[in-house]
């Protein structure tokens, strides 16, 4: 389906945002606010725009990078900070989104892979006798991008009752921090340092990839009766009963011995088998899919990732979905991403 002007008033409809922002973690606050009614003009660098724009392969048909944070003081210079404009609107909300926050951290660069190494990120993602590794996607951006958006809403939401608007300040170190959840908690409430794992969780198991006879499948079983139903599956009944494996904390103890138990058994069958059978047994467990093999189980399940969104006259642009469905003001999709220059003044109307 090709979308362009939608009929129905979004849940921002009225709402109008003045981007300034750059790269991705701002850019993807703007777009969910957008998707949901939102008028955004982005405004970019005279000489070539936001740097993403140049950040490929790949590239669209329009000869844009399909990837597509204004630095620190920079807004300040410009006359364009929250002090400058606050007292002339009263009912501002003004979304500031830094790389290590506005003190000593906001003349280092921003950057998510920067982030994710000096964050922890990396210190708890791959195999432990490897390299740290980055997350397959700049996901810090994301996720403060997510925050920002949530922080913008609140903000919205107190100044229908107050009339007041106010300064949200979003970083990407503070959000990755409060992202690592259960492994912060591990050091902030147990004092214990987490480390990479690989695919391993560190609190819970069976619950990572395992060998079947032709390749690798995820079992991510969360409770008892999930573990015994998978060893009923896979033909060991009798591990479930074993004092070794008996419970969540028994088998987190004895990890190594209960993959080698399964692996002996999952090795006699195809992966693509025992996902659809532990899936029949109600035990959470599928193939590693690639990013292409996902959009079509999204499809398949009937999610239509994919929404073709043509901008004026333009080829239509596939993009992904996105994620909130709304029963009554359902996120639209008016416009593909702005091309350079197409919010110059006499381009856009406010």
Request: proline fraction near 7%; charge should be negative; hydrophobic fraction near 40%.
């Amino acid at each position: 389906m090709t979308l362009g002007d939608h009929a129905t008033a979004g849940a921002l409809d009225g709402l109008k945002v003045l981007d300034f922002s750059r790269v991705l973690a701002g850019p993807f606050a703007t777009m969910m606010l957008g998707d949901l009614g939102a008028e955004v003009m982005k405004v970019e660098r005279p000489d070539g725009g936001d740097e993403t724009r140049s950040w490929g392969p790949p590239f669209d048909e329009r000869g844009q990078a399909t990837y597509f944070l204004f630095r620190p003081g920079l807004m300040a210079e410009l006359g364009l900070a929250y002090e400058d404009l606050q007292p002339g609107n009263p009912g501002l909300v003004y979304c500031s989104i830094t790389g290590f926050g506005p003190g000593q951290g906001a003349r280092l660069p921003g950057y998510d892979l920067l982030v994710q190494a000096l964050g922890g990120l990396m210190s708890i993602t791959g195999e432990p006798d490897r390299d740290p590794q980055k997350v397959g996607v700049a996901l810090v951006d994301i996720l403060t991008g997510l925050f920002a958006t949530s922080g913008i809403l609140a903000a919205l939401h107190h100044r229908e009752r107050s009339r007041r608007g106010q300064k949200v300040e979003v970083s990407l170190l503070a959000s990755l921090l409060a992202a690592l959840v259960n492994q912060a908690s591990a050091y902030t409430a147990g004092g214990v340092v987490p480390h990479r794992m690989g695919n391993a969780h560190p609190s819970i198991s069976p619950y990572e990839l395992y060998d079947a006879d032709d390749g690798q499948l995820v079992i991510a079983v969360g409770n008892d009766r999930q573990f015994r139903a998978l060893c009923e599956t896979v033909d060991r009944p009798d591990l479930a009963d074993e004092a070794r494996f008996a419970t969540n904390t028994d088998r987190v103890a004895n990890r190594t011995e209960l993959r080698e138990e399964l692996e002996r058994s999952l090795r006699r069958r195809p992966a693509a088998d025992w996902s659809e059978a532990l899936t029949a047994a109600r035990v959470p467990a599928g193939l590693v899919n690639d990013v292409g093999a996902a959009f079509r189980l999204a499809s398949e399940l009937g999610l239509d990732p994919v929404v073709q969104i043509r901008d004026g006259d333009g080829p239509a642009t596939p993009l992904t979905r996105n994620p909130i469905t709304l029963w009554d003001t359902p996120a639209s999709y008016r416009s593909a991403p702005p091309a350079l220059g197409s919010h110059e003044p006499g381009a856009a109307t406010w």
